[in-house]
């Protein structure tokens, strides 16, 4: 069965700075996709971006970035420039590659964003 | 852009009583799930349905079903309710073509 790990419960940034969150995931599947989704105090589900693990280059959506490394299994994002509005949970979660799978998630990794 | 749509937002039931979660999935999506996510939780999934027919399930407690109707809308139907059954329930819809996951606002269900 397939696991995601989120190792830091809690992470803190200043705005305009950068900060990185990690994720390691265990699967024996070669094909899957990886997401980070964000969670703001209204608890709606926003995706923040998507990489596919056959993919070499790792995944950019504007501040958004990142790490992906296939052989360790790891899947970090990285929020440049964060602002005030990017404070919320943050959820790595696991798919196979067959699109109408289920999300398999980590625990969650609090953001706080300082002025 | 038509988002995936869930109701009720918010539900109160007492112990023992029955709840029923709608949702409605974005057009052209023939897949739903069914998420549950307790206080400080991940959501864990419950269901899932493609074109109509169950094709998954995960932890979903015996007291509860789902369905996927003709129009691809998806009902949750929760009986016996017990107090840990209170969380945050996410319905999210997809398809073959779509590589991504939409959440709906989810259904805060609180039972007394």
């Known amino acids: 069965a397939q696991t995601v790990t989120q190792s830091q419960p809690e992470m803190s940034v200043q705005e305009a700075e950068t900060v990185t969150l990690s994720c390691t995931y265990d699967t024996s599947e070669s094909d899957y996709y990886l997401f980070w989704y964000k969670q703001p105090p209204s608890r709606q589900m926003i995706l923040v971006i998507r990489q596919e693990a056959y993919k070499q280059q790792n995944a950019t959506e504007n501040r958004f970035s990142v790490n992906f490394q296939k052989a360790a299994k790891s899947f970090s994002l990285k929020i440049s420039d964060s602002q005030l509005g990017d404070a919320a949970m943050y959820f790595c979660a696991y798919r196979s590659s067959y699109n109408t799978d289920k999300l398999i998630f980590g625990t969650g990794t609090r953001l706080q964003v300082f002025p | 852009a038509a988002g995936v749509i869930q109701s009720p937002r918010h539900l109160i039931k007492e112990k023992r009583e029955t709840a029923t979660l709608k949702c409605y999935p974005i057009?052209?999506?023939?897949?739903v799930y069914w998420y549950q996510q307790g206080p400080g939780q991940d959501p864990q999934f419950l269901i899932s349905?493609?074109?109509?027919?169950?094709?998954d399930k995960g932890s979903i407690p015996d007291r509860f079903s789902a369905q996927q109707f003709s129009d691809y809308h998806s009902e949750l139907n929760m009986s016996s309710l017990e107090l840990g059954d209170s969380a945050l329930y996410f319905c999210?819809?997809?398809?073959?073509?779509?590589?991504?996951?939409?959440f709906g606002q989810g259904t805060r269900l609180t039972v007394v």
């Open positions: 057009p052209r999506h023939d897949t």
């Open positions: 349905f493609y074109e109509k027919m169950q094709s």
């Open positions: 999210a819809s997809s398809s073959w073509t779509v590589m991504d996951s939409f």
